[in-house]
């Protein structure tokens, strides 16, 4: 469904699990962030009534899961560390089509945040598929069905608000290149690392 072109690697989670803190703290400020390009989207794009409801929702749903991984963290102690860079997210943004019209940039932040999403998606996969934590297990498997959900929000935008665009075949490249991407990334204690 995802169309990613290459899986993570299921022990990723076993270098999760050494470290539940950060991948904790990591987790919550990535939630924090997709709330934040949400409301991005909408002040940049504020004409498409349907997006700024559709996105509103989202951000909203996000800003939820920022909360519930933070009362996780409380409730096991552990204190929310301070947001670190994202470096997949900032190679990925590196790659992405620039410049053109107001459409074009529209599109290339849809396309993008549904990598970012679609990514994450298949992280909670692994997680919920691998990791030995059943609460976290459980926690990941429903924020997995959420991820699927913004993925295909954000292509269904980019999809509709493309017209001219070959928004498939943008899709397509990005996949390519995300995949070049995440061989670098599945080392460490992070969503995206």
Request: proline share 1%.
């Amino acid at each position: 469904m995802l169309g990613l072109k290459l899986a993570t690697d299921p022990r990723w989670a076993n270098l999760v699990e050494s470290n539940i803190e950060e991948i904790l703290t990591d987790h919550a400020w990535c939630e924090q962030k997709a709330a934040t390009n949400a409301i991005t989207i909408i002040s940049l794009n504020s004409e498409h009534e349907d997006l700024v409801t559709d996105l509103l929702a989202l951000a909203q749903e996000e800003l939820e899961h920022f909360q519930m991984v933070h009362e996780i963290i409380k409730k096991r102690g552990y204190k929310l560390g301070r947001e670190r860079k994202d470096s997949y997210v900032n190679e990925l943004f590196k790659v992405q089509m620039t410049g053109g019209s107001r459409q074009q940039s529209l599109v290339n932040r849809l396309l993008f945040s549904a990598m970012i999403e679609a990514r994450s998606c298949e992280r909670f996969k692994v997680l919920s598929d691998n990791i030995k934590d059943k609460e976290l297990s459980k926690f990941y498997r429903e924020l997995m069905i959420s991820e699927a959900g913004h993925y295909k929000t954000f292509l269904g935008f980019a999809r509709k608000y493309g017209e001219g665009i070959d928004v498939d075949k943008q899709w397509k490249t990005l996949l390519e290149k995300e995949g070049e991407i995440i061989k670098n990334y599945g080392k460490s204690e992070t969503i995206h690392g």
